[in-house]
């Protein structure tokens, strides 16, 4: 019993230690994790989810962190005095925190620049100096002691868990739900990151000794040469198979060999990585692999390309795309760096590619943002620009396969905040600024749909609800819900208003416009019911919701009085207020 208890004392003691240490050696980073914590601590206390805002301060700080340890990591590798290498790891922080707490579209370029950092930290002491054999000694050191620091954190939590609970079995008293939601914060914002960083070595430290000789060596090869390699070798056999077999019988990849090829090109630059400190001595098959590996790219990459060449000229370029031929291009460039024998056995430099394009994918008009941007307004204009120059009526007009791309390529503007793009084209569609336009081609597009599956039954309609409800962008689902006039439901209060739906959710109530035509009866309905209704609607406010409707039910003027179907919204637009 009191080793039990003396166990996590002693661990807290050497957490303690270790946090410290990082403290003294990255105070910005410290900083920032502390300011992390503190944000975790309050967002628990008050109960509420994390809107864009906080999101934005919370993935700053992350980022900025990161970049002052990995600048500080720089300085020490360049002999740096202290107070210079913690300078500049302050700069890095304000400089960095800076460019991912303004960063726009925020949801695409914060995240893509944070992972870019920290894919750098591990880089930064090897920057123009030291060898492949360093960076492999300092990665590997560092990834068991952050692991090892997590872990270390995760048997503290845990621990004090099991104590509290035992006092509160044996003698009826404990702590509450908070203090446990406060403690789990605590450590994994503030503690866990902490330790983690004060078991980051110093890079003069991995070059002076022959850290991951011995033991750690031995515990890790194997993986490398008697697992990742044969499997490599049988992937790289199938994924060649079938390229032969597209240039004997002409039938071009239609399947999903995207994910395919891109997954076995990480296994084979991970496993070329992996293996640097063994080339002398490898056994097959991982000699092969690690003399051949740039030769077994070349063939997948190649039907990588095209197969994505194939779904861009048809389709547009997608952020999803745009992500993919990044990670492509990053193997590509791999490739060809064995070209040169300067760069042919660098491992840093074959890391080193992916956060590069990562950062890259958040500026200019290479980015993400304007290159998605800029296919889908040309889509929009090659497929439907003569019917949005047509106005209001000719876009009602449309037919369901031609409505469904174009709200489909309106989401995918709307999620990297392009929509502004499309107002050259917008000129006989409502009025006022881009947004106002893009809403009034919304509500057009909404009314189509109404009108394409009206009911000849003026009371009472059913439209189908068959196969997949495509929710696009929403991330939360409702299904079977009922509003009517005058009561609301349980999970999300739904109540009807003349024409207006009223929604609450979150401790927010918002209305949303109901198409005119929803409610404007056309005769009988045709023998086997109606085809499937599904309209976005957007509020005054910005909030976005999709109906997909299975029955509605109208008074005698035709205002629908009743309505029962799926709706999907996104969650982050209800935040609560703080």
């Known amino acids: 019993m009191l080793r039990a208890v003396l166990r996590p004392v002693r661990l807290l003691r050497s957490l303690s230690v270790r946090a410290g240490q990082a403290t003294f050696r990255f105070p910005a980073a410290a900083a920032a994790i502390i300011a992390i914590g503190l944000i975790a601590n309050w967002t628990v206390r008050r109960d509420f989810d994390v809107a864009e805002p906080l999101a934005r301060v919370l993935l700053a700080l992350t980022a900025g962190a990161a970049a002052s340890v990995a600048m500080t990591l720089l300085a020490e590798s360049r002999g740096a005095v202290a107070i210079a290498a913690r300078l500049a790891g302050g700069l890095a922080l304000a400089a960095t925190a800076a460019a991912v707490g303004f960063a726009h579209p925020f949801l695409l370029h914060g995240p893509a620049l944070t992972i870019a950092i920290v894919a750098a930290v591990p ?82 430290e991995v070059e002076a000794r022959d850290w991951a000789g011995d033991r750690l060596e031995r515990a890790v090869r ?28 002409g039938n071009v990849p239609i399947g999903e060999i995207g994910w395919v090829v891109l ?36 063939v997948p990459l190649a039907l990588f390309a095209y197969a994505l060449a194939v779904r861009v000229a048809a389709e547009g370029w997608t952020v999803e795309r745009y992500f993919a031929a990044a990670y492509g291009v990053a193997a590509a460039l ?199 209704l599904v309209i976005d609607l957007r509020s005054a406010e910005g909030r976005s919701l999709r109906l997909r409707l299975s029955r509605v039910r109208r008074d005698a003027q035709g205002v629908p009085v009743f309505v029962q179907g799926s709706l999907a919204l996104r969650h982050g637009e209800w935040a609560s207020p703080p």
């Open 334 to 532: 791999a490739v060809l760096l064995q070209l040169a024998p300067r760069t042919r056995s660098d491992i840093r430099l074959v890391v080193a590619v992916p956060p590069v394009l990562l950062a890259l994918s958040t500026f200019g008009p290479w980015g993400v943002a304007d290159t998605v941007g800029r296919s889908q307004v040309a889509m929009i204009e090659r497929r439907d620009g003569e019917a949005l120059r047509g106005g209001a009526e000719t876009i009602r007009g449309l037919d369901a396969p031609a409505r469904q791309s174009l709200l489909s390529r309106l989401s995918v503007l709307e999620t990297v905040e392009r929509t502004d793009r499309l107002a050259p084209l917008l000129g006989a569609v409502g009025s006022g600024d881009a947004a106002q336009r893009v809403a009034a081609l919304r509500g057009a597009l909404n009314e189509g749909a109404a009108l394409e599956t009206q009911a000849a039954e003026a009371e009472n309609q059913s439209f189908s609800v068959d196969g997949a409800f495509d929710v696009g962008g929403f991330d939360r689902v409702f299904p079977a819900l009922d509003a009517a006039v005058g009561r609301t439901d349980g999970s999300v209060p739904m109540r009807l208003d003349g024409r207006w739906l009223v929604v609450t959710y979150r401790g927010r109530t918002d209305r949303f416009e109901l198409p005119p035509t929803l409610g404007r009866p056309s005769g009988r309905a045709p023998s086997g019911g109606l085809p499937p």
């Open 263 to 298: 997954l076995y090109g990480a296994f084979v630059l991970s496993l070329r990585v992996g293996l640097e400190p063994f080339l002398a001595h490898l056994p097959q098959p991982a000699r092969f692999v690690a003399h051949r590996w740039a030769a077994m790219l070349v």
């Open 222 to 249: 194997p993986l490398f040469e008697w697992i990742t390699a044969p499997l490599v070798l049988a992937v790289a056999v199938i994924i060649h198979a079938y390229a032969a077999r597209i240039a004997l019988t």
């Open 123 to 204: 880089l930064a002491p090897f920057v123009g100096r030291g060898s492949s054999r360093a960076f492999w000694d300092f990665a590997l050191w560092t990834a068991l002691g952050v692991t090892l620091g997590w872990f270390s954190v995760l048997i503290f939590l845990l621990g004090f868990t099991a104590i509290f609970e035992m006092v509160r079995t044996l003698f009826g008293f404990g702590l509450g739900g908070d203090a446990y939601s406060h403690l789990f914060a605590t450590g994994l914002t503030l503690v866990g990151p902490l330790f983690a960083l004060g078991r980051i070595p110093h890079p003069g």
